[in-house]
């Protein structure tokens, strides 16, 4: 064997040759026979190698881990980490070093800074009082602002009727709002009233058929026998 047990390679006794005497064949061969069969076998991690023919052995007698195995060991350790209370701390840190707290405690109000990209890459704090929203759901600034003037207006419309513009001296149907001097004993500030025209070419009077809707007593003359009376419903 090329090597003793503590793998020191040696050579075969006899193989040293000594000045001018014949080299024998014998030991020659010996000598090359040997380095053949070290060359061949695997070398010793105490001369630089593994001491192993195959990968798998190579990797156990260095105590090394194949490449599998430390995605494996690195997931299932981070799976580990995450899975447990991390004390609040995210990473990466910010760019100055400091750390980020993520404190899970819903917060109510407006808060004074919030985190924006502009390139996806590149995070920001920005002043929420400052934040220029482009739009809403496809809709710019423009179109909100004239959806809101339009619907106001939609709004404003189904509560407001228009003035009466009629010029019948029978009428009996107003639009909410109206207001019309009634002949008649009042009935007190904001009080139900009834009237009608009731053939009556100059005035409405609190007798006959009434007109339409309901009607409040808004202010009376002097005399109390005529009254204002505004159209409510």
Known sequence: MPRDGSQIYSPPPGTRATTENTIESSKYNA???????????????????????SATAARAALGAVDAASVTTAVATAVTAAVSTDMSGRAYPRRSDGAAINIVWAGQGGTPGW???????????????????????????QATIANQIEVRAQAWANTRMSPPYTGDWGGETNFPVGTLLLVNGAYPGRNAAVAFSPAGQVDKYITSGAAVAGTWRARGAAWSFDLFLAQRVG
């Open 31 to 53: 000598f090359v026979d040997d380095l053949a069969a070290d060359l061949n076998t695997a070398r010793p991690i105490s001369a630089g190698g593994t001491g192993a023919t």
């Open 114 to 140: 919030i985190v924006g990209s502009d390139d996806g890459v590149n995070f920001r704090p920005y002043n929420p009082p400052g934040i220029n929203v482009g739009s809403v759901g496809g809709w710019s």
